[in-house]
């Protein structure tokens, strides 16, 4: 099945020490998104890749940063985590940008900050 | 700007008893709508879209909405649930401008009681 993978499901990092999210695609999608979410939160977009064209929401932290070396993988770069960078990591594809282009998530990655 | 609210942030519902999950958007024109549903620990799957034509559109897992121009809401029907629809929902609206993004509702936890 096409679909959107994650890894690790669960990552532990110390207050201050960077760490890499990874997310792959085998949907062939241009897009591929990041997003932040906190409990009971909705999912907060952080930054999007259309192919290699990289597009930063205008209130993300210079902490986070990505990288998209070919079509299938993405990775979340976080230089310094705080504390409140805990959160679940959600990685997203979609064919086109725009509204009516649906997006499919992966099952994310939970980010303990210790 | 394009909004969308959830109005309920926890529902609690017997099982087989029938279910409405309310969202209400903010657009000028006619958006696309969507609802996607997060089990605990998981990514968002998408149960349903509307782009345009029928109103009433059929999900995934037993999952209906309707869209109500007149009202600005897509609310999320179930005829009866089951255990394991026990989950957070989010609804989501886009627009036809072709660099904009999603916007998510906050989400409602659905609860099932036996």
């Known amino acids: 099945d096409a679909m959107v993978i994650q890894n690790p499901r669960y990552q532990v990092t110390q207050f201050g020490k960077p760490v890499t999210l990874s997310c792959s695609q085998t949907?062939?999608?241009?897009?591929m998104y990041w997003y932040q979410q906190k409990s009971s939160q909705a999912p907060k977009l952080l930054f999007h890749?259309?192919?290699?064209?990289?597009?930063n929401e205008a209130d993300t932290p210079d902490n986070f940063q990505s990288r998209r070396p070919n079509t299938s993988f993405c990775f979340l770069d976080i230089r310094s985590p705080g504390l409140g960078d805990a959160a679940m990591y959600l990685c997203?594809?979609?064919?086109?940008?725009?509204?009516?282009?649906?997006?499919?998530f992966g099952n994310g990655t939970r980010l303990t900050v210790t | 700007a394009q909004s969308v609210t959830q109005p309920d942030i926890h529902i609690t519902v017997s099982e087989g008893a029938s279910l409405e999950l309310r969202c209400n958007y903010s657009?000028?024109?006619?958006?696309?709508l969507f609802w996607y549903v997060q089990s605990p620990g998981q990514g968002l799957q998408l149960l349903l879209k509307?782009?345009?034509?029928?109103?009433l559109v059929q999900g995934i897992k037993g999952f209906e909405a309707e869209f109500k121009r007149s009202q600005s809401s897509f609310n999320l029907r179930k005829p009866s649930v089951h255990w394991s629809d026990a989950a957070e929902y989010f609804c989501?609206?886009?627009?036809?401008?072709?660099?904009?993004?999603?916007?998510f509702g906050t989400g409602t936890r659905l609860t099932i009681i036996p």
């Open positions: 890749y259309y192919d290699k064209d990289f597009n």
């Open positions: 509307y782009f345009s034509g029928d109103t």
């Open positions: 989501a609206v886009g627009t036809n401008f072709g660099n904009e993004k999603l916007t």
């Open positions: 997203a594809t979609s064919r086109e940008t725009g509204g009516n282009s649906p997006l499919h």
């Open positions: 657009y000028g024109a006619t958006p696309y």
């Open positions: 949907l062939n999608h241009n897009v």
